[in-house]
């Protein structure tokens, strides 16, 4: 895991080292050229100092051994009259001027001029202007050197008070109850530290919303399932005390119709726990136009069965991107609100059209259909429509999870659910993606 203050610190230290770096060599190139403006100007200060006569004879030569700064004179006829070093290695004449003379043993500054009667040449090693402009830069830069330890350390330290706020956050968030989901405080955060306080008091509140989401859909289907279990172990009493075959046959029948529809109940609430907005993983392109084909094809046995008349009146090529299991959960749900609720010999139309260069879904029954008043209410969970005169004709129960999971797996994928009236007296429900 990487961690932030050791980031910091690497960079800033290394940020740091190369600007030292960079003065450095700034300083030692401003020193080089200073040494050299000094020494050049010693050099013509100590030849402008020697004797203008010529001299009569050699002077000899002197080893010091010290090649600071070497001499030679010649005179007029360009003898050799002197030379203070005789193992320098040097030309054996002279140019007037300064000049840069490269040898086996380094480069040389050399300076020529003529004193009367007379021709000098002074050199002296470049090497030891280097040397002294290093010394300069070295003495400059070495007390920041000796402080780059105390500066790691209060970077280390300055960047860790920094970071104090996230640890307070994360402190406070270690430390909070599962159920304690209220905002964190934002007061004496610092303006960096208030987006991630803002985002966690966001998730924070989704996921209040969330859990009271959970808890409500959890009572409700407490709720929900008790009436029919209740319903199935009565019945199983009944069955238990039949004391004939035609009683127990009764009973059976209407065991069986008890555990279907708690099976469809729980069919129902598996399927709305799993319209949740975690599909959009699975989302892919899905050809609309053969999964309506197969859910029609699906429910019309059942159709059949109950004695209504389903069938596609028009249907075109359509796709979309999303979650075919979901898409086909949609389908079935309108699908087996229709057929359920439309009485015997009614019928029920489906259709998919492009409209607006989008799919459109319509499926259209001669049911009873739902009063306008409560349509924006039967999206709501386990919420169904007062049985009236039509409506108690139908053969099985609802739980009212249909049209709420039908909503749902619409909002994930962008499509929009309207109900109206069917030309045929019943309910027009369209899917508009």
Sequence with gaps: MRSIRRQLLFWLLALVVA??????????????????????????EIAAALPSEPFNAILGSRDTGDEGIVLQIWNRNGVLMYYSHPRAPLAPRAELGFSTERTDRGDWRVYGAIVGDNVVQLAQPVSVRNRLAANVALRTLWP?????????????????????????????LDTRHP???????????????????????????????ALDTQKAFVADAAHELRTPLAAVQIQAQLVARAKDD??????????????????????????????????????????????LEDCVAAYAPLAQQRGVDLGIE?????????????????????????????PD????????????????????????????????RVFDRFYRVGAGATRARTDVSGSGLGLAIVRRVAAQHDATVTLGDSSAGGLRVEVRF
């Design 19 to 44: 600007g030292v770096g960079l003065a450095g060599w700034l300083i030692y190139r401003q020193a080089l050229a200073e040494a050299n403006e000094l020494f050049d100007y010693q050099l013509q």
């Design 144 to 172: 920041l050197i000796v402080l780059l330890p105390f500066l790691g350390l209060a970077v280390w330290i300055v960047v860790g008070r920094g970071l104090a706020p996230l640890t307070r956050v994360a402190r406070a």
């Design 179 to 209: 159920e304690g989901l209220d905002p964190l405080p934002e007061s004496g955060v610092p303006r960096e530290v208030t987006p991630l306080v803002h985002a966690l008091n966001a998730l924070l509140a989704r996921l209040e919303q």
């Design 314 to 342: 028009e249907s075109t090529a359509a796709m979309v991107h999303g979650d075919p299991d979901a898409l086909r959960v949609m389908l079935n749900n309108l699908l087996d609100n229709a057929t359920k609720y439309t």
């Design 345 to 376: 010999g009614g019928r029920v139309d489906v259709s998919l059209r492009i409209d607006g260069g989008r799919p459109l879904v319509t499926i259209a029954d001669s049911g009873p259909g739902i009063p306008v008043d409560e349509r924006p």
């Design 246 to 291: 035609d009683a127990r046959r009764d009973a059976l029948t209407d065991l069986q119709a008890g555990v279907t529809r708690a099976t469809r109940l729980a069919e129902q609430l598996l399927a709305l726990a799993r319209s949740e907005p975690d599909s959009r993983a699975r989302a892919r392109d899905v050809d609309l136009h053969a999964l």
